[in-house]
C-alpha cells in the first residue's frame, strides 16, 4: 500500500484489527483519488484491538477479516 502510494498508483487497502485513523492510512499528497477502495469490517466492538497488528486474533474469530465484504472489492477492481 505504501508503495504503491509512493509511486501514485491505485490503491484498494483492507483494514483488519487495525484502523486507518490510526496514521497506518496511505500518504497520498494530492492524490486522495488514487485510494480505490478502504475496505474494513465495521461496528465490531473488538475492533481495532492493536495499532499495527497481532499473529493471531486475541478472540479467536478473526471477524475483521472474515466478514470483509469480497464483492465489493472485485466490484472496485473491475471499475
Not at 478502504?38 to 499495527?52: A, D, Q, T, Y
Not at 486475541?58 to 465484504?69: A, L
Request: net charge positive; charged share 20%; aromatic share 8%.
Amino acid at each position: 500500500m505504501h508503495i504503491a502510494a509512493a509511486f501514485g498508483k491505485n490503491i484498494l487497502s483492507v483494514w483488519g484489527n487495525t484502523i486507518p485513523e490510526f496514521g497506518m492510512a496511505p500518504y497520498l499528497e494530492g492524490k486522495e483519488s488514487a485510494v480505490s477502495g478502504i475496505f474494513e469490517v465495521k461496528g465490531l466492538s473488538c475492533r481495532p484491538c492493536s495499532k499495527i497488528g497481532f499473529e493471531k486474533c486475541p478472540k479467536g474469530h478473526f471477524r475483521c477479516m472474515m466478514e470483509q465484504d469480497i464483492g465489493a472489492m472485485i466490484g472496485t477492481l473491475n471499475r
